[in-house]
């Protein structure tokens, strides 16, 4: 594969747009030296490179590209609406059939608002807890990697440059199927904790209870309940984690998997939160959520049709069963190369997640990077395992098959060094937390 124009158009990326590009996980520095750079346009699960590379991805804009690239009724309503005018002076009708549909889904939540992405909807949840209890403190689920590119959230991680002082010390850590450590805030912060912030599931499962324990915890002690579902939201179930573990938080936040890709996240609550931000009232002063941008219509369009699909198609159901599918082969391909310590698989097959160790058994950044160059080689894509509706059983098993060739590469790097296989230097991660 040749990977000339990529290059080419990468150097002007990086000279024009800082981390060469607008989205840290895209950067240069995540993926090896030989790569698809620029992507020109992407087809169901299909994407190709500027070059003319052709890809079967596993990344999926983030996770955000749950039906597919250019999925026909999601781009059919969006032209639809274009030709009606895409921002008024007053609110359009979309805006309220796109709330009633997505509360439609979401048990328990009875406002929404929509924005754009999702950690302005993580912030504003934010804000309204502190609103609702006037306290200060946050308390973040320290397992879990993103909630939010505001101060608030980026305070903790090591890229933490332009953040005031004061900042740093807000946002406190507790542990995943832990409660104790929860419990343990509270009584070293008593009345201080306005939010608890986790996603229910990631990786591991909640052991049963669990979710429960935070949910009394917070009440008992004045908090707000706060489950990000971006990545859980209509992947765990249709009606986000939250329904799928049977326990419902005070406030939820949504974004990648509403809109296939466009930009569309939402804040829903209880009406006793929500209307903290709907002007009614004297006590109700929250800004909350209100952008120019914040529904202008293709992308509202965007949702409805996607929610519409999510409803009448088995999308759910096709992802458990293609990331299945994928996780079966991988186990045996991986076992059949003595892998089974070296290649993992993590989370749900719905979002699954690869590891990769060195020779000395410990995560390696390096052999991560030769497991990517050895699958851009044969034609996939994959920072994650992540499936759409768009992967086939064809993708799937041309997958397995191409894994199988890399893993042969992989094995072979752990007994000769993996400097003897790898072509330039290895990639990054986008920050630890501190
Ligand atoms: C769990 C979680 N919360 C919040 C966010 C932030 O969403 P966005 O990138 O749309 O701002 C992400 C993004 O990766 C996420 O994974």
Same mark, same amino acid.
């Given at each position: 594969?040749?990977?000339?124009?990529?290059?080419?158009?990468?150097?002007?990326?990086?000279?024009?747009?800082?981390?060469?590009?607008?989205?840290?996980?895209?950067?240069?520095?995540?993926?090896?030296?030989?790569?698809?750079?620029?992507?020109?346009?992407?087809?169901?699960?299909?994407?190709?490179?500027?070059?003319?590379?052709?890809?079967?991805?596993?990344?999926?804009?983030?996770?955000?590209?749950?039906?597919?690239?250019?999925?026909?009724?999601?781009?059919?309503?969006?032209?639809?609406?274009?030709?009606?005018?895409?921002?008024?002076?007053?609110?359009?009708?979309?805006?309220?059939?796109?709330?009633?549909?997505?509360?439609?889904?979401?048990?328990?939540?009875?406002?929404?608002?929509?924005?754009?992405?999702?950690?302005?909807?993580?912030?504003?949840?934010?804000?309204?807890?502190?609103?609702?209890?006037?306290?200060?403190?946050?308390?973040?689920?320290?397992?879990?990697?993103?909630?939010?590119?505001?101060?608030?959230?980026?305070?903790?991680?090591?890229?933490?440059?332009?953040?005031?002082?004061?900042?740093?010390?807000?946002?406190?850590?507790?542990?995943?199927?832990?409660?104790?450590?929860?419990?343990?805030?509270?009584?070293?912060?008593?009345?201080?904790?306005?939010?608890?912030?986790?996603?229910?599931?990631?990786?591991? @499962?909640?052991?049963? #209870? /669990?979710?429960?324990? &935070?949910?009394?915890?917070?009440? !008992?002690? $004045?908090? %707000?309940?706060?489950?990000? @579902?971006?990545?859980? #939201? /209509?992947?765990?179930? &249709?009606?986000?984690?939250?329904? !799928?573990? $049977?326990? %419902?938080?005070?406030?939820?936040?949504?974004?990648?998997?509403?809109?296939?890709?466009?930009?569309?996240?939402?804040?829903?609550?209880?009406?006793?939160?929500?209307?903290?931000?709907?002007?009614?009232?004297?006590?109700?002063?929250?800004?909350?959520?209100?952008?120019?941008?914040?529904?202008?219509?293709?992308?509202?369009?965007?949702?409805?049709?996607?929610?519409?699909?999510?409803?009448?198609?088995?999308?759910?159901?096709?992802?458990?069963?293609?990331?299945?599918?994928?996780?079966?082969?991988?186990?045996?391909?991986?076992?059949?190369?003595?892998?089974?310590?070296?290649?993992?698989?993590?989370?749900?097959?719905?979002?699954?997640?690869?590891?990769?160790?060195?020779?000395?058994?410990?995560?390696?950044?390096?052999?991560?990077?030769?497991?990517?160059?050895?699958?851009?080689?044969?034609?996939?894509?994959?920072?994650?395992?992540?499936?759409?509706?768009?992967?086939?059983?064809?993708?799937?098993?041309?997958?397995?098959?191409?894994?199988?060739?890399?893993?042969?590469?992989?094995?072979?790097?752990?007994?000769?060094?993996?400097?003897?296989?790898?072509?330039?230097?290895?990639?990054?991660?986008?920050?630890?937390?501190?």
């Amino acid at each position: 594969m040749q990977f000339d124009k990529s290059r080419s158009l990468q150097e002007r990326l990086r000279k024009v747009v800082p981390g060469g590009g607008h989205t840290y996980a895209k950067g240069a520095d995540q993926f090896p030296e030989p790569c698809p750079g620029v992507i020109a346009r992407g087809s169901g699960c299909h994407v190709w490179d500027v070059d003319g590379n052709e890809f079967i991805e596993y990344g999926m804009g983030l996770r955000s590209v749950t039906l597919g690239h250019a999925f026909p009724p999601v781009t059919a309503a969006i032209r639809e609406v274009l030709d009606r005018g895409t921002n008024f002076t007053r609110p359009s009708e979309l805006e309220l059939q796109c709330a009633e549909q997505f509360l439609g889904l979401i048990q328990g939540a009875e406002m929404v608002k929509f924005t754009k992405d999702g950690s302005t909807a993580v912030s504003a949840a934010l804000k309204l807890a502190r609103a609702h209890t006037s306290r200060r403190l946050v308390a973040i689920c320290a397992d879990q990697p993103f909630f939010s590119y505001d101060d608030w959230f980026i305070a903790t991680t090591t890229m933490d440059g332009g953040i005031p002082g004061e900042v740093h010390g807000e946002t406190l850590r507790f542990t995943f199927n832990d409660a104790a450590s929860l419990e343990a805030l509270f009584i070293a912060h008593p009345q201080q904790i306005a939010a608890v912030f986790l996603e229910a599931a990631r990786v591991a @499962e909640p052991a049963p #209870g /669990f979710l429960q324990s &935070l949910k009394t915890l917070c009440h !008992e002690h $004045g908090a %707000v309940l706060v489950f990000d @579902e971006m990545i859980t #939201g /209509f992947r765990w179930n &249709l009606g986000g984690a939250q329904r !799928e573990y $049977g326990v %419902v938080p005070d406030v939820s936040t949504y974004g990648k998997a509403l809109a296939n890709g466009f930009a569309v996240s939402a804040l829903c609550g209880t009406r006793e939160l929500m209307r903290l931000g709907s002007r009614e009232r004297e006590q109700d002063n929250v800004f909350l959520l209100s952008t120019t941008h914040g529904a202008e219509s293709p992308s509202l369009a965007a949702a409805m049709a996607t929610m519409t699909v999510y409803q009448t198609q088995p999308v759910i159901e096709h992802l458990y069963r293609q990331g299945t599918r994928l996780q079966t082969g991988l186990t045996q391909v991986a076992s059949r190369h003595g892998l089974s310590q070296h290649f993992q698989l993590f989370g749900r097959p719905c979002n699954l997640l690869y590891g990769t160790k060195g020779s000395d058994g410990k995560p390696s950044q390096a052999f991560r990077t030769l497991f990517l160059q050895e699958t851009i080689r044969r034609g996939l894509l994959m920072p994650s395992l992540v499936v759409s509706y768009s992967h086939s059983d064809e993708d799937i098993d041309r997958t397995i098959s191409v894994i199988d060739e890399a893993l042969a590469v992989y094995a072979r790097a752990l007994h000769d060094g993996v400097e003897t296989y790898l072509v330039g230097r290895p990639s990054r991660t986008v920050f630890d937390r501190k």
